[in-house]
């Protein structure tokens, strides 16, 4: 019966956006966690790799809590106070406890509320384009993650390997059955999304001698081109670059930020991702060159 209630397109737009709520929910926590439980992972690496290179004891690193995604149980910053289930609602238990901690009252960081509302739209729109068809549900995967590098990437200039190479895989095997672009074409644009970005990358760094973007950024694109075929890997720069161009320009005009600041370009990659996602037809009736 709940199945057959999904043929509505109401009844499925909200079950989605109530979905993305509780999924941003989630997100916060990756946005949060994973580039810790990476930099420990880091140290951890490097303390084996120097212990190893000096070939003496060293003394044993000291005992750090559990850090996962699920542990340790999710807590106020300021003075440890534990989130209850009910302080957990998206969106209405920050708008309840008037976005401040219930142990200390200290403010709550509004960009929760904001990932989730975020997801939430996000999710709701997919599923109004979309119906209720398998892209549907292959697309919401494709939007929380679009959605956790995004911020991650705005935190740290990260973008981690544990989202984007999953992100590439999937991409590749919901194309067995031809679901956004033909498995053929999801191989080729995988590698063209990849090797374009890193030519730049390259021939920046010989005529500057600088970097101009990281390797996530390859792999993202990479992912993209996984998703969505090597057609869709020049309207993906070329709106990510726009909007990118047009944001920096922008914060250098209102903040007097330097130039010289490095700007992450994986929020832009991402947006213009989705973009492509919801409006790939019209792109592609707009430049026939694209129709690859």
């Not at 949060?32 to 060293?58: F, K, N, S, T």
């Not at 989130?83 to 142990?103: F, V």
């Not at 995004?150 to 992100?167: A, E, G, K, S, V």
């Not at 726009?242 to 944001?247: N, P, R, S």
Request: net charge neutral.
């Amino acid at each position: 019966m709940f199945l057959d209630a999904l043929n509505d397109p109401a009844t499925l737009i909200v079950v989605c956006t109530l979905l993305g709520l509780m999924i941003g929910s989630f997100l916060n926590v990756v946005i949060h966690r994973l580039p810790i439980m990476m930099e420990r992972d880091w140290r951890a690496q490097c303390a084996e790799y120097a212990a190893g290179a000096a070939d003496v004891a060293v003394p044993p690193a000291p005992t750090l809590e559990p850090f996962t995604l699920v542990s340790p149980r999710s807590r106020c910053p300021h003075c440890g106070h534990p989130i209850g289930a009910l302080e957990n609602i998206p969106i209405l238990s920050y708008l309840l406890l008037k976005g401040r901690c219930k142990g200390c009252g200290k403010s709550i960081s509004p960009r929760y509320p904001l990932v989730e509302a975020i997801t939430g739209l996000l999710f709701g729109y997919v599923a109004w384009t979309f119906g209720a068809t398998f892209a549907t549900a292959c697309a919401l995967i494709f939007v929380a993650a679009l959605v956790a590098l995004t911020f991650i990437d705005l935190d740290t200039q990260l973008l981690p390997d544990d989202i984007t190479l999953p992100l590439l895989w999937a991409g590749l095997l919901i194309n067995v059955g031809n679901t956004f672009t033909t498995l053929t074409d999801a191989v080729i644009g995988a590698a063209a999304g990849y090797l374009v970005l890193w030519s730049v990358y390259w021939l920046f760094k010989l005529l500057t001698g600088k970097e101009g973007m990281g390797y996530g950024d390859f792999k993202l694109l990479g992912a993209l081109g996984a998703w969505f075929g090597a057609g869709a890997i020049l309207p993906i720069i070329l709106m990510s670059s726009v909007v990118g161009a047009v944001v920096g320009g922008t914060l250098m005009a209102l903040r007097g930020q330097d130039s010289q600041v490095p700007m992450p370009f994986g929020p832009f990659i991402a947006a213009a991702g989705f973009a492509y996602l919801i409006l790939a037809p019209q792109i592609r009736a707009w430049l026939p060159m694209f129709a690859l």
